[in-house]
């Protein structure tokens, strides 16, 4: 069984500030992990993915990820927040699935990321 | 450029008739699946679907149905839509393994009164 946890529904922070958007997870195997970034009146987009390779993940919009096994953990951090990174920013967790099954992914429920001037 | 395109993208509908809102892919994904998104409860799959004439049931599918016909289509048919249905439709597709990326569909915000 799967599941992810974002421990913040809402982070405020300055522009030029760091970003920090803390999701954890879990899962019965190893787990493919993604975050997804929802700007208003849009759809989801890709901003990274983790899949077994290089635990720190490097992403659109200067965005990086660290796959942290043993506090299963996969954050998501930026150096510098932009007025423009505003947005709803989901995690999401994807297991190994049941014999003849297919990778269906799971969401957490969102932090919505506020940026002052 | 590939996509996935819902309709419509708003909806104001009333109580018990029927509605349908398409998605189409053009990424020739198997696998294909429908959420809302509600506030503080983020994204819930309502179905999803492997293949042609393959779906099944995600966290909440009661009062929803859907239909995989085609492989490019999926769409989501409400048969009496309640005002507890209110909410953001996105649908996603996907293809193979398990390392691939979702790609949503604009959303479809459906009110129902």
């Known amino acids: 069984a799967q599941s992810v946890t974002q421990l913040d529904s809402h982070v405020s922070v300055s522009e030029g500030t760091p970003v920090l958007l803390r999701c954890n997870y879990s899962?019965?195997?190893?787990?493919?992990l993604f975050w997804y970034v929802q700007h208003p009146n849009k759809g989801l987009q890709l901003l990274l993915k983790?899949?077994?390779?290089?635990?720190l993940v490097k992403g659109i919009n200067g965005f990086e990820a660290e796959f942290k096994k043993s506090e299963t953990s996969f954050h998501l951090t930026k150096p510098s927040a932009h007025m423009s990174d505003a947005a709803e920013y989901f995690c999401?967790?994807?297991?190994?699935?049941?014999?003849?099954?297919?990778?269906?992914?799971?969401f957490g429920r969102g932090t919505s990321l506020i940026v002052h001037p | 450029e590939a996509q996935v395109t819902q309709n419509p993208r708003y909806l104001i509908t009333v109580t018990g008739k029927k509605l349908t809102v398409t998605c189409s892919q053009n990424?020739?994904?198997?696998?294909m699946s429908w959420y809302r998104q509600d506030p503080g409860l983020g994204l819930r799959q309502i179905y999803y679907?492997?293949?042609?004439?393959?779906?099944d049931k995600g966290d909440v599918p009661e009062g929803y149905k859907v239909s995989r016909k085609e492989k490019r289509n999926f769409p989501l048919i409400l048969e009496s839509p309640s005002p507890n249905q209110t909410s953001l439709y996105f649908c996603?597709?996907?293809?193979?393994?398990?390392?691939?990326?979702?790609?949503f569909g604009q959303g479809t915000r459906l009110t129902v009164v």
């Open positions: 996603a597709s996907r293809g193979p393994g398990r390392g691939t990326e979702a790609f």
């Open positions: 899962s019965s195997y190893s787990p493919s």
């Open positions: 983790y899949t077994s390779a290089a635990t």
């Open positions: 999401v967790v994807s297991d190994r699935p049941p014999p003849g099954g297919s990778y269906i992914p799971t």
């Open positions: 990424m020739n994904h198997e696998y």
């Open positions: 679907s492997m293949n042609v004439e393959v779906t």
